[in-house]
């Protein structure tokens, strides 16, 4: 196995003198360089590709957010990590678009270390590459218009309305994964491990939600392009829509905020592809193609990019257990087990996943387990209702 290559980008000699200092323990193990500039790091990462780049924000010239853009354009492979001493609204909003994960300035070696082992993980197994470059490509999610248009007009408000407006969020797939993106970083301080959409807006704060999502409706390109797209994408909102309102019932309280997420993001997989650009996604076929080991499946895409995103590891592992059968503890559903008894009760109504089928048998030994058993929900029932609620945002 060749050795990694790691390249930092900072415009003050000392910064990289002190990583390369604290770094010192890791160069038998990486191949790193230091590099004072954005068209610098351009030019190295032209030459050999890299596993991680580590830029500053703030450089003359080319400064960080431009470098990463390019770097996610030019070389989607290569994970990208902001290296920030600047809490500012308009730094955490290109941070969170051009960055996957985030480190504050002044920096422990440690801190950087363990970020940096993170990301050499490849979480398929199969596919490790191919879908680190499907994910890697991906700033922004695609969404409907409507979504977008709505958080506006909530956070144009004079007073904002926290309680609709954290509901807004959690029904918008790509801000629910910024937002938990943001609020894991180290931007806003360390964040309870289980917090709810409300608990993260109010630790990242109205403005910086308000910015956030003005800046991916400008970044996002229409999915109404494309009729099919915009079908698909409308196919995927509703089953995951339709699927967190049930979650919301089906969690432990102590699980309900990581089931909700992982609910929204289930799919996150298919928009990743609908985001990447033809040429890094051509040659991947669907995850139900018979034999269709030459391409990536979507899940595998969905849980690289919630990886390198740095989102919580309940939501990931729910991500990435979605299809598959669960037998549950007697103790308890967890995380995925909420995640997959609110997808198959989904799969009997009208907001299904057309990829997938019904799986009764499976559902009926989960609404069996004492967790929902004792409880006195007609769950079938509940699924049609959060399907018609799905429904009904999906039309207004």
Same mark, same amino acid.
């Given at each position: 196995m060749?050795?990694?290559?790691?390249?930092f980008v900072d415009d003050e000699p000392n910064i990289l003198d002190g990583l390369r200092r604290s770094l010192r323990a890791k160069r038998h193990e990486w191949d790193m360089s230091f590099v004072p500039g954005g068209e610098p790091a351009l030019e190295i990462l032209a030459e050999s590709p890299c596993a991680v780049i580590v830029s500053d924000m703030r450089m003359p010239g080319m400064d960080g957010a431009q470098l990463l853009t390019e770097v996610s354009r030019l070389h989607p492979g290569t994970a990208r990590v902001v290296l920030s001493g600047h809490t500012e609204q308009d730094a955490a909003i290109k941070a969170a678009i051009a960055g996957h994960r985030f480190l504050p300035k002044p920096i422990e070696g440690e801190a950087v270390i363990d970020v940096i082992d993170q990301l050499m993980i490849r979480t398929s197994p199969r596919h490790g590459e191919q879908a680190r470059r499907v994910a890697g490509s991906v700033r922004m999610l695609p969404t409907l218009p409507q979504q977008d248009a709505e958080l506006i007009d909530l956070l144009s408000a004079a007073e904002v309305d926290h309680d609709r407006l954290a509901g807004a969020v959690v029904r918008h797939i790509g801000l629910t994964a910024k937002v938990l993106q943001l609020s894991s970083s180290g931007f806003f301080g360390s964040r309870p491990k289980n917090a709810s959409v409300t608990a993260v807006i109010s630790a990242v704060g109205i403005s910086t939600v308000r910015?956030?999502?003005?800046?991916? /409706? *400008?970044?996002?390109?229409?999915?109404?392009?494309?009729? $099919?797209?915009? #079908?698909?994408?409308?196919?995927?909102?509703?089953?995951?829509v339709a699927t967190m309102l049930l979650a919301e019932q089906v969690a432990s309280p102590a699980h309900r905020p990581h089931a909700q /997420? *992982?609910?929204?993001?289930?799919?996150?997989?298919?928009? $990743?592809?609908? #985001?990447?650009?033809p040429e890094i996604t051509e040659a991947r076929t669907p995850p139900d193609t018979?034999?269709?080991?030459?391409?990536?499946?979507?899940?595998?895409?969905?849980?690289?990019?919630?990886?390198?995103?740095?989102?919580?590891?309940?939501?990931?592992?729910?991500?990435?257990?979605r299809d598959l059968p669960h037998e549950p503890a007697e103790s308890g559903l967890g995380v995925p087990g909420a995640l997959r008894t609110a997808h198959l009760l989904v799969q009997q109504t009208d907001s299904c996943d057309p990829a997938d089928g019904q799986h009764e048998d499976e559902l009926a030994r989960l609404l069996s387990h004492p967790q929902l058993a004792a409880r006195d929900t007609d769950w079938h029932r509940a699924a049609h209702a959060a399907s018609a609620r799905a429904t009904e945002r999906l039309e207004s």
């Open positions: 060749s050795t990694p290559r790691i390249v910015a956030l999502a003005r800046a991916g /409706a *400008a970044h996002r390109e229409p999915v109404t392009r494309s009729p $099919a797209v915009a #079908a698909s994408v409308r196919s995927i909102w509703r089953h995951a /997420a *992982a609910a929204m993001l289930q799919d996150v997989g298919r928009l $990743a592809a609908i #985001a990447a650009p018979p034999g269709g080991d030459a391409g990536v499946p979507f899940r595998d895409i969905g849980v690289e990019l919630l990886h390198l995103w740095g989102l919580p590891s309940p939501i990931v592992a729910a991500v990435a257990e």
